[in-house]
Nanobody, 114 residues
Framework: VQLQASGGGLVQPGGSLRLSCAAS????????MGWYRQAPGKQRELVAQ???????DYGDSVKGRFTISRDNAKNTVYLQMNNLKPEDTAVYYC?????????WGKGTQVTVSS
């Protein structure tokens, strides 16, 4: 299974970005897909995740600002990030859980700065 993430970049505080993560390969069943992030000197933390049935879960710091969605037909998950703050600066990693395994993408940098 390969995960290809895109959409990171540099944005000013208050701005928006949309991340995408497309899964490919031998995917037989997907329990959930989601996003984690890791800032320098900090542990990796949950940003948002979504199950195949559409149940979502968000990290406390992004609730009300970020929205996760999923296209099951395309095995793709999206993260719409609004009202971005400097503390959202991190490498964002896509994660897929399926068949009892965890798969991770390489990460995409999001930098929020004026």
């Amino acid at each position: 299974v390969q995960l290809q993430a895109s959409g990171g970049g540099l944005v000013q505080p208050g701005g928006s970005l949309r991340l995408s993560c497309a899964a490919s390969g031998s995917i037989y069943s997907i329990s959930s897909m989601g996003w984690y992030r890791q800032a320098p000197g900090k542990q990796r933390e949950l940003v948002a995740q979504i199950t195949g049935g559409g149940k979502t879960d968000y990290g406390d710091s992004v609730k009300g600002r970020f929205t996760i969605s999923r296209d099951n037909a395309k095995n793709t998950v999206y993260l719409q990030m609004n009202n971005l703050k400097p503390e959202d600066t991190a490498v964002y990693y896509c994660r897929l859980n399926g068949g009892g395994m965890d798969y991770w993408g390489k990460g995409t940098q999001v930098t929020v700065s004026s």
